[in-house]
């Protein structure tokens, strides 16, 4: 009996599942190349692996998604170290070197505090009813291609204002006569478009949202792409899609404005990104969409 269970310890080296009969994913992803990865390697940016199908994935000490066609994409936050760690379960594992960004910090002087921040009930009420909005379009995630196939720019303008610099607001309230300050980061990247120029989708992906009145976004799409990625436009003067609709690359989704909390028409594009494979979502957090646009464009869709 003894000897028995020796020789099926020892005959299940290398692939086999908590002891048990070898899992076939965990043996088809033991024999296959080890993942290889690349993308938009920078601070801000996304990591692309390629990688067998049903292998896991581990970045920089967290658990990323392997999905059916052997890919994991995962976003570098803009705090990266300069070197990433990682490593998968069939024993393979390697370093990323991220580049630094270096963005810049402004301050802004006589800010008019009314503008931004929601002071009326109803403007609160606006507020609190835009923000449930957005949490349900986030409950869920959809599958699709991520940024494998490239980004296109959503809109024929040039940029007006990059992803990452932090800005400091300094004003009065001219209803109050209080002094007032915050201090954000610009989560997005701006376009100069004039009001009514289209938006089209920079890749293609499921809308989870098509509002044409969210408190500070003014009318806005959410476009998610799959692989945790989701495009964010706002300050549009029409939406052209619902929620639910599946689009291409290319397709048109809207019209730029300045609808919300904006200082003039322009158009602003934010990629958000979840992790899949973790509770929290890996902390929703926010990437460059100007570092996608340099990512190689596949033939059209
Ligand atoms: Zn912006």
């Not at 029409?238 to 989704?253: E, I, P, S, W």
Request: glycine share 12%.
């Amino acid at each position: 009996m003894l000897r028995e269970l020796l020789l099926a310890v020892m005959m299940c080296s290398g692939a086999c599942a908590q002891g048990s009969a070898p899992d076939e994913t965990a043996k088809r992803a033991a024999t296959a190349s080890p993942p290889t990865c690349d993308g938009a390697l920078k601070q801000g940016g996304l990591v692309i692996c390629h990688a067998a199908p049903g292998e896991t994935m581990t970045v920089a000490g967290v658990r990323q998604v392997v999905d059916d066609t052997g890919t994991a994409q995962f976003g570098i936050r803009t705090n990266a170290p300069s070197v990433i760690g990682w490593s998968a379960a069939s024993g393979a594992f390697g370093d990323l070197a991220i580049a630094a960004r270096d963005d810049e910090f402004r301050t802004i002087k006589g800010f008019d505090c009314d503008k931004v921040d929601a002071r009326s009930p109803e403007q609160k009420a606006h507020a609190a009813k835009s923000w449930q909005i957005k949490q349900e379009a986030f409950a869920r995630l959809n599958p699709g291609p991520g940024a494998l196939g490239g980004f296109i720019k959503p809109a024929d303008a040039p940029a007006s204002s990059p992803f990452g610099p932090t800005r400091k607001y300094i004003g009065v309230s001219k209803v109050t006569g209080e002094p007032c300050e915050s201090t954000s980061v610009h989560q997005g990247y701006d376009m100069a478009a004039p009001i009514g120029t289209p938006v089209v989708a920079p890749a293609g992906g499921k809308v989870i949202l098509a509002d044409p009145d969210l408190y500070y976004e003014g009318g806005a799409v959410f476009l998610d792409h799959g692989h945790g990625l989701t495009s964010v436009f706002m300050h549009l003067s029409d939406v052209d899609v619902a929620a639910g609709d599946v689009v291409k690359r290319g397709d048109v989704l809207a019209k730029t404005g300045n609808s919300g909390r904006t200082t003039g028409p322009h158009l602003h594009w934010a990629v958000k990104w979840r992790n899949a494979a973790s509770a929290d979502r890996g902390g929703d957090f926010y990437i460059d969409p100007a570092l996608l646009l340099d990512l190689p464009v596949s033939e059209p869709e």
